[in-house]
């Protein structure tokens, strides 16, 4: 049965997002031969369009107005509510992001349906779609049916693989909307990341709780350097966030960032379940930490047990000298 | 000015993994023996947020609502120890094994019925199922304005200001009243009820509403029947790590280990 989907896409001056390109693609798989439209909001989205073409879209709906430009959550629910009402999918799929899983509660109420918040693995069949997502911190993952339509679903990061389609051309649709928001922004300040995105980085190294002070992530510092600082980006569990050891923006975990890199060592982290839903994906974990019992080491595929002083120094010499 | 502050009790989140089960049968969470349930996380910190802004401003009543069971009475007293002044308890065998659709929708006829109620403070997400759409989903419902995950809440001049952690940054809004707003950890941690509030807390008013006290709703939009996402499946991941321990006799020899084996997996 075919199915027709939108995507609530999201850019910036280098093109569409990574995450967004993944909805495209997985979006045509799950349409099975119906229509993949995407919408994109703000200053700049009708040359954007083009390129959601080659990863599965065949209709992009922009208003391309500085107006929409600066998210606001209310206001841009007013758009994508307007673009349903003109496609009518099936199905709608945001990025679990600041964007996504503010607008995609939204967009659900709005439209008397149900939303599935940062799911992993979305399916379809000819009931409907399943959407499967992490919950109980990490513990344990649910499998939900819509019985609302249409289905409303944000996606975490890398849940399906990025393909190019072979296709070029599609239809951009232009729309003219105007939208108020009832939320005034005063300011807003990015955190600037020094060099390497913690999200980009192959090697992640988490400094936890257990470090005792701030000056443990110094010694994680000095492994990064050896390493590389174009390979090796800093983490912090949320303990050690909340203690004001590292800055909040480095958080991994359910209620920060979600990595997958190749490569991730848990520093004196003990590993608690909502700190692993956001390091789980990685492809190897390493866990330090004096305590044999500590969480963590379930899910390493390499351990030392012993007192991070001593370990990492040793790594950073043993490194040194290969 | 009257706020209310929505508190779930759930499953301990520290519950130590090894003792989380499931029974797949029913697709629930096995409660943990021993462990009691307690409030969530996030919803303590709502109303240390809810509180402060009380301290500053003075003239303000704080009702705590929860949907949920008998049982779920701990948790409103225990954001009454805090120092919320009343609580409401909406209990009925029809609220049972809703949604989130279905939580949202009691609680904001329930906010509604209070009839001038200024400001709603929730946790950024119940810690049990994660979700974070509670909240918004009020907000939705009654058409007040919503900002999210907040590390600083504050109300001046009919007017709600929030600071905002972003995945890069924070962000100030402001808004205008009555509105919504969900709260983070960074906001900081709750009070600590000292015994003479937990005493003082057990004379406050606990009302109880059930299904029959709502004009507006009906018992197909509610719990189980009113369900838009259906529970298909609640499991435990499959994990196919099994740790391989670098043994040594000194932390150089571990970690000499440990970089010839990320050389040899090509890692390093």
């Known amino acids: 049965m075919t199915k027709n989907i939108l995507v609530v896409g999201e850019f910036n001056q280098d093109g569409l997002s990574e995450t967004t390109a993944e909805l495209l693609t997985g979006a045509s798989s799950l349409s099975s031969g119906g229509s993949v439209s995407i919408v994109l909001l703000g200053a700049g989205s009708q040359e954007k369009a083009q390129s959601s073409f080659s990863y599965g879209a065949t209709k992009a709906y922009t208003i391309d107005n500085e107006s929409f430009s600066e998210f606001l959550p209310d206001k841009w629910a007013i758009a994508v509510n307007d673009i349903y009402e003109k496609e009518k999918p099936d199905l709608i799929l945001l990025e679990q992001s600041t964007v996504g899983r503010d607008l995609g509660p939204r967009l659900a109420f709005k439209l008397n349906s149900a939303v599935a918040m940062d799911c992993v693995s979305i399916e379809s069949d000819d009931a409907g779609f399943k959407a499967t997502r992490p919950c109980f911190g990490g513990n344990a993952r649910a499998t939900y049916s819509y019985s609302a339509s249409p289905a409303v679903a944000t996606v975490r990061a890398k849940s399906f693989e990025a393909k190019t389609q072979g296709n070029e051309n599609g239809e951009v649709v232009q729309i003219d909307l105007a939208a108020d928001s009832k939320v005034s922004v005063i300011n807003r300040e990015e955190v600037a990341t020094e060099g390497l995105k913690l999200t980009d980085a192959p090697i992640v190294l988490c400094g936890g709780r257990g470090l005792g002070g701030p000056e443990g992530f110094d010694m994680i510092q000095e492994l990064a350097n050896v390493i590389g600082t174009d390979k090796a980006a800093i983490g912090s569990s949320r303990a050690a966030c909340d203690l004001g050891w590292y800055p909040v923006a480095n958080q991994v975990g359910l209620t920060g960032k979600v990595v997958n890199p190749d490569l991730y060592v848990g520093i004196a982290v003990s590993g608690a379940s909502q700190h692993m839903a956001g390091c789980s994906g990685s492809k190897s974990i390493i866990a330090i930490n004096k305590d044999p019992e500590a969480n963590m080491f379930k899910s390493a595929r390499w351990g030392i047990v012993g007192d991070y002083k001593e370990v990492v120094p040793a790594l950073i010499e043993a490194i040194k000298s290969s | 000015m009257h706020f209310v502050i929505c508190a779930k009790q759930i499953p301990d989140p520290d519950t130590p993994p090894s003792a989380f089960k499931i029974d797949e049968t029913k697709n629930e969470v096995v409660p943990a023996p021993g462990i009691s349930p307690v409030l969530s996380q996030f919803d303590g910190i709502a109303a240390e947020a809810a509180l402060r802004i009380k301290e500053k401003v003075g003239d303000v009543k704080i009702t705590v609502i929860s949907l949920g069971k008998e049982s779920a009475q701990a948790a409103i007293k225990q954001v009454l120890a805090m120092g919320a002044d009343e609580g409401l308890l909406l209990e009925d065998d029809a609220f049972e094994n809703g949604d989130h659709y279905t939580t949202a929708l009691v609680l904001s006829e329930a906010i509604k019925k209070l009839g001038d109620v200024d400001a709603v403070f929730c946790g950024r997400q119940a810690a049990d199922w994660d979700m974070g759409q509670v909240g918004l989903g009020i907000a939705q419902l009654l058409e007040m304005p919503c900002a999210i995950i907040g590390k600083d809440v504050d109300i001046s001049d009919g007017k709600m200001t929030v600071q905002r952690v972003l995945l890069d940054g924070f962000e100030t809004v402001e808004m ?47 719990g189980e029947q009113g369900r838009k996402l259906k529970l298909e499946k609640l499991f435990i991941p499959a994990s196919d790590s099994e740790v391989e321990i670098i043994e040594g006799e000194s932390a150089q020899e571990q970690a000499s280990a440990l970089v010839s084996r990320l050389k040899d997996a090509k890692i390093l």
């Open chain 2, 176 to 222: 205008p009243l009555p509105a919504v707003v969900t709260v983070s950890n960074e906001l900081g941690e709750p009070r600590y009820p000292k015994l003479q509030q937990i005493m003082q807390a057990a004379k406050k008013t606990v009302n109880k509403w059930s299904l029959a006290d709502f004009e507006n709703l009906e018992a197909t939009q509610v």
